[in-house]
């Protein structure tokens, strides 16, 4: 597997490699004078291509690139788990809860801890219905990923907080915004020791607002095992719900909760 830590390591190697050439071959006559009048730019392409891979593969959350995410159970039954971020929604998550309590089946709320206040009631809801409750940092904020480690820390572990006080414990999944992982979050998350959640079907529901293009999309990618991206704030996220659901009991699909389809550890 291809990890930040490995090509780290390979690029320190090749660039030692590098430096012994400059050093030693052209400087005693080795190597050709080719070589040696472009070993800075070697240098630089090397370079170049360390960093373009480390910022790429971090857009790439089911690489474990930067470090390792859940982003699908193990199993050949047709199981699946549903994922909500940027929870909660005063008006669309009792829509959501009172489909998932209808058809008896439970899932994941990633909440975002600056809309927990005046939220408390619907958090200890979800929390009683069963459902499990997940880290998706303070406020989703668009620089969240040029943030340093300890800022980070303090903002996952800001959001913690808050949810512990609400429903008396505190969750280990934690789910990046955007899905971006870096070398800082994984610093970060080592140290809090929580489990990253990421998914294999992104339903791109804030993308593309027509709920039949949504449900089609994620019906078409469903696997066993497979963990479900979904919103709980839109307008239309009630209504893709209810068909979603209804397509998965068509296909032979059953829901189960996170921590049945990945045996993990849901709060401390």
Same mark, same amino acid.
């Given at each position: 597997?291809?990890?930040?830590?490995?090509?780290?390591?390979?690029?320190?190697?090749?660039?030692?490699? @590098?430096?012994?050439?400059? *050093?030693?071959?052209?400087?005693? =006559?080795?190597?050709? /004078? %080719? !070589?040696?009048?472009?070993?800075?730019?070697?240098?630089?392409?090397?370079?170049?291509?360390?960093?373009?891979?480390?910022?790429?593969?971090?857009?790439?959350?089911?690489?474990?690139?930067?470090?390792?995410?859940?982003?699908?159970?193990?199993?050949?039954?047709? @199981?699946?788990?549903?994922? *909500?971020?940027?929870?909660?929604? =005063?008006?669309?998550? /009792? %829509? !959501?809860?009172?489909?998932?309590?209808?058809?008896?089946?439970?899932?994941?709320?990633?909440?975002?801890?600056?809309?927990?206040?005046?939220?408390?009631?619907?958090?200890?809801?979800?929390?009683?219905?069963?459902?499990?409750?997940?880290?998706?940092?303070?406020?989703?904020?668009?620089?969240?990923?040029?943030?340093?480690?300890?800022?980070?820390?303090?903002?996952?572990?800001?959001?913690?907080?808050?949810?512990?006080?609400?429903?008396?414990?505190?969750?280990?999944?934690?789910?990046?915004?955007?899905?971006?992982?870096?070398?800082?979050?994984?610093?970060?998350?080592?140290?809090?020791?929580?489990?990253?959640?990421?998914?294999?079907?992104?339903?791109?529901?804030?993308?593309?607002?027509?709920?039949?293009?949504?449900?089609?999309?994620?019906?078409?990618?469903?696997?066993?095992?497979?963990?479900?991206?979904?919103?709980?704030?839109?307008?239309?996220?009630?209504?893709?719900?209810?068909?979603?659901?209804?397509?998965?009991?068509?296909?032979?699909?059953?829901?189960?909760?996170?921590?049945?389809?990945?045996?993990?550890?849901?709060?401390?």
């Amino acid at each position: 597997m291809i990890t930040f830590r490995r090509v780290t390591i390979l690029f320190f190697i090749l660039l030692f490699t @590098i430096n012994l050439v400059h *050093f030693l071959g052209c400087r005693l =006559a080795w190597f050709p /004078p %080719l !070589i040696c009048e472009h070993i800075y730019t070697y240098m630089l392409i090397l370079f170049g291509l360390y960093i373009s891979v480390s910022v790429t593969m971090a857009f790439f959350i089911r690489s474990g690139f930067h470090h390792a995410s859940h982003c699908h159970g193990q199993t050949k039954e047709k @199981i699946c788990a549903l994922t *909500f971020d940027d929870s909660p929604d =005063a008006m669309n998550t /009792p %829509l !959501i809860l009172s489909i998932l309590n209808r058809e008896r089946i439970w899932a994941t709320f990633f909440v975002i801890g600056a809309k927990l206040t005046g939220n408390e009631a619907l958090l200890k809801e979800i929390n009683a219905a069963g459902h499990l409750i997940g880290n998706h940092s303070w406020n989703h904020s668009v620089w969240f990923d040029f943030f340093p480690a300890k800022k980070m820390q303090r903002e996952i572990s800001r959001t913690s907080l808050a949810v512990s006080e609400i429903i008396g414990k505190a969750p280990l999944l934690f789910r990046p915004p955007f899905g971006v992982v870096n070398p800082a979050l994984h610093r970060a998350i080592t140290r809090l020791g929580y489990h990253v959640i990421g998914w294999n079907v992104r339903s791109y529901d804030t993308v593309h607002r027509d709920p039949h293009k949504t449900i089609a999309r994620i019906l078409k990618r469903v696997t066993p095992g497979s963990i479900i991206l979904l919103h709980d704030h839109l307008p239309e996220s009630p209504e893709i719900l209810e068909e979603l659901v209804a397509g998965l009991k068509r296909n032979g699909y059953n829901v189960v909760p996170l921590n049945q389809l990945i045996p993990i550890e849901a709060y401390e």
